[in-house]
DNA sequence: GGCGGGTAGGTGATGCGTCATGTATCGTTC
DNA sequence: GAACGATACATGACGCATCACCTACCCGCC
């Protein structure tokens, strides 16, 4: 090991499940993502912004409310709408009540898109994650990761 | 929602704990970055290639043997080996028995930099993860995350 | 009416990660 | 010993994410 013995390293459980949950994250997101660009050429960022705007009563969407509802920094989405309306999955609608908003709008090829990745993202999910646990460790891990999730923030740096 | 009946969405046990686990994750990651960023200049995964470089007996490592440890690509190593060499954290070395070869071996500032960096990044794994569990907690999410990762990639696609 | 601070959003630089491809070398087989 | 397929690594292009910074606009106030 590399650090000084002062700070106490984590134990055997530990260790091996820190490895484990680092591992199991990359190639969960990477699988659900190669899974959804073969089947409808949607990454997973691409995916959630479309779930947003296809979800959205209007059919457009504040650039600011999207960052909310992502829990994305405004300029995250401000990059990756960019990206989108290259490929014209949206579009951008100028916002008469405040001459510095933006609306953002699933297109038709969107709105095929995600119809397309959605059934296959539900599978995959629930194959890659559900079937594999009971309901019981479902409720558990939901209340762990709630417990994990209020503590950032608090105490940092 | 935006997708058809006929796929079964999740129920609200496992919709909450799936998007509280995809926050996590994401939080987790960042903070543990940025933290490590702050006190030492190092991203998380330069100190995870340096974290193989420091405790290689010989002091080097092939490439191949590096994307092995960290189950990497081989691509990705080159790359980020590349950008580390640049900050001058470690340094290549040709291999004499293969002349196809590569050493990766860390340099002195690489050295300082994880000796600096360690103590506040186990600390850090300490405070946002284990103080919160019991120790059956972390016994069940090793256990289960490892079942979830033993599943990827069977019957994928 | 014009000043000042906050807000909405965009942009450029840079690091990270993957994919497709390229090049040199190795080992084996004939 | 030449040819061929496999291996080791590099590279270029691209998408993703963050940070620092910019512009434009809104609103409240003097």
């Not at 190639?27 to 959630?48: H, K, V």
């Not at 969407?61 to 300029?75: F, K, P, T, Y």
């Not at 990059?79 to 510095?100: F, I, N, Q, T």
């Amino acid at each position: 090991m590399a650090e000084p013995n002062e700070t106490p390293w984590l134990n055997d459980d530990e260790q091996r499940m820190w490895r484990e949950w680092l591992h199991l994250d990359a190639e969960l997101l990477a699988t659900l993502n190669r899974e959804m660009q073969a089947e409808a050429g949607l990454s997973n960022p691409d995916y959630q912004v479309l779930a947003v705007l296809s979800e959205s009563p209007e059919g457009r969407v504040r650039i600011s409310d999207l960052a909310a509802s992502l829990q994305w920094e405004r300029s995250r989405v401000s990059h990756h709408v960019a990206r989108m309306e290259k490929r014209e999955l949206v579009s951008r609608l100028e916002c008469p009540d405040d001459g510095r908003g933006a609306f953002v709008r699933i297109t038709g090829t969107g709105q095929t898109a995600i119809e397309r990745a959605a059934p296959g993202h539900v599978r995959a999910v629930r194959r890659l994650v559900f079937d594999a646990l009971t309901p019981e460790e479902v409720a558990r891990l939901g209340e762990i990761f709630h417990r994990l999730r209020s503590r950032i923030g608090l105490s940092a740096e």
